[in-house]
């Protein structure tokens, strides 16, 4: 798919029907975008980036956030949206890797993930790899309705997003995924909720 897309698009993103053109960098200063109410659930991301830069879950330095390598500050952010959004329609929350030396169709390798194992390593194709390629969020609301450019690693699943992690040299170098078993799970809160979570982690610059 074309990184425009068209506007009746599964994916919400650029040329979409959603938020994704402001990608991660974008100011989500707004406290509306602080909980998702989706199907009866409250997504508190606030609350979850507030731990995580209280007591992150890889330390703490004068309450800066978590500290230590990216991959202890993935495993803390996965730990804390699993803990915090298993009940709340998240099915499967983990990181990919941007892996420049492989070929396309072997780009992306999993990173800390909860609760089941993934596809790994996935295709520049589906959604995460178009999220690295393209740079910005991908918000799908039917899987159903992606045909080749999905990648089912759990055929439950029915809804997805994914964040681009991009780092102050302006290199992409992996992507936030969260799956649901719920048609339409995620929307605008839950992308700018996500960034938060990632800042207060130190993977997205502040």
């Known amino acids: 798919m074309p990184p425009g897309g068209k506007a009746d698009s599964p994916f919400r993103g650029p040329g979409g029907r959603g938020p994704g053109s402001r990608g991660p960098r974008a100011s989500w200063a707004d406290p509306a975008y602080d ?7 409250e997504r508190d991301y606030e609350s979850i980036a507030a731990k995580l830069a209280e007591t992150g879950g890889a330390g703490v330095a004068g309450g800066r ?6 991959e202890e500050r993935m495993q803390a952010v996965v730990d ?5 959004l298993a009940d709340k329609g998240v099915s499967w929350v983990g990181f990919y890797t941007d892996q ?14 909860r ?13 995460c790899g178009q999220t690295l390629r ?3 969020a991908r918000i799908v609301d039917d899987t159903e309705n992606l045909g080749d450019d999905y990648i089912a690693c759990d055929p439950r699943d029915r809804s997805e997003i994914a964040i681009p992690l991009i780092d102050e ?6 992507v936030l995924d969260l799956d649901s078993h719920d048609v339409g799970a995620f929307g605008a809160s839950d992308e700018a909720g996500l960034v938060r979570v990632l800042r207060a982690a130190g993977l997205l610059p502040g």
């Open 35 to 41: 909980v998702r109410e989706m199907a009866g659930y």
């Open 65 to 70: 956030g978590v500290t230590g390598g990216r």
């Open 80 to 84: 804390a949206l699993w803990d915090a």
């Open 100 to 113: 420049p030396g492989e070929p396309d169709d072997r780009r992306l390798a999993i990173g800390p993930h």
């Open 115 to 127: 609760p089941n194992p993934a596809c790994s390593p996935l295709a520049l194709h589906g959604v």
């Open 134 to 136: 393209f740079r910005t």
């Open 169 to 174: 040299r302006d290199v992409c170098w992996g």
